[in-house]
T-cell receptor, first 112, second 112 residues
C-alpha cells in the first residue's frame, strides 16, 4: 500500500530564516506531487505541483519554492521566511492514471 | 475567483440524523469531484468521490450527489455520529490539468 510521509511535524522558525520541508511517498512510482498551505481558518491553497522529476508548476507567486530531486521526493523551501508564511503545510500525491489525491499528515509552521 | 465554493462555514446536526454538506462549482470542465474530512492538525482524509458521468455514489453512510446542470454537489452522512465532527472539504479536478481545486470547508458538529 502507498504511504506518504512529511517532516517535521511542527516547526518554529524566526523571520528571515530558511525553510526546508520534505515529503516522500512510498509504494508507488511516478506520482503527481503537490504542496498545499492551509492558513488559520482558511481552505487549502495549492502552492506547487509536479508531474515528474524536475518538473515544478507554481500556482501562487510567493517567496517559497519547490523541488523534486527524486521520483518520490518533494521539497518545499524558502530562503527567508516571512510572518505570513505561517500555516499548515500539506503534501499530497495522486497516481498518474487514477484521480484520487491522498494527503500526508502535514507540517505546522510558525514563523515568529 | 473561487471556482469551488462551500457557502456554509459550519453546520450542527443531532446524532443519528442526516448531515448534508453542499458544494457549488463554476467551471464546467470539472469532471471529477472528491470529498475529504479533516481533523485539526492532521492531513485531510479521502472520503468519497464521483465522476461527472454519474449522479450518485454511495459508500456506507456516505453518499455524494452530483447535479451537473446546477453545478452542485452534496455529501449526505446518514446516520451522523459524533466522530463525524470535523471540517469537510469538497474538491474538483478537470481531466488533464493535474490540479485539484478545493472549497473553503464546512465545519460539521454532530451533537450527542
Amino acid at each position: 500500500s502507498q504511504t506518504i510521509h512529511q517532516w517535521p511535524a511542527t516547526l518554529v522558525q524566526p523571520v528571515g530564516s530558511p525553510l526546508s520541508l520534505e515529503c516522500t511517498v512510498e509504494g508507488t512510482s511516478n506520482p503527481n506531487l503537490y504542496w498545499y498551505r492551509q492558513a488559520a481558518g482558511r481552505g487549502l491553497q495549492l502552492l506547487f505541483y509536479s508531474v515528474g522529476i524536475g518538473q515544478i508548476s507554481s500556482e501562487v507567486p510567493q517567496n517559497l519554492s519547490a523541488s523534486r530531486p527524486q521520483d518520490r521526493q518533494f521539497i518545499l523551501s524558502s530562503k527567508k521566511l516571512l510572518l505570513s508564511d505561517s500555516g499548515f503545510y500539506l503534501c499530497a500525491w495522486a497516481s498518474q492514471v487514477a484521480e484520487t489525491q491522498y494527503f500526508g499528515p502535514g507540517t505546522r509552521l510558525l514563523v515568529l | 475567483d473561487q471556482q469551488v465554493k462551500q457557502n456554509s462555514p459550519s453546520l450542527s446536526v443531532q446524532e443519528g440524523r442526516i448531515s448534508i454538506l453542499n458544494c457549488d462549482y463554476t467551471n464546467s470542465m470539472f469532471d471529477y469531484f472528491l470529498w475529504y474530512k479533516k481533523y485539526p492538525a492532521e492531513g485531510p482524509t479521502f472520503l468519497i468521490s464521483i465522476s461527472s458521468i454519474k449522479d450518485k455514489n454511495e459508500d456506507g453512510r456516505f453518499t455524494v450527489f452530483l447535479n451537473k446542470s446546477a453545478k452542485h454537489l452534496s455529501l449526505h452522512i446518514v446516520p451522523s455520529q459524533p466522530g463525524d465532527s470535523a471540517v469537510y472539504f469538497c474538491a474538483a479536478s478537470a481531466e488533464g490539468t493535474y490540479k485539484y481545486i478545493f472549497g473553503t470547508g464546512t465545519r460539521l458538529k454532530v451533537l450527542a
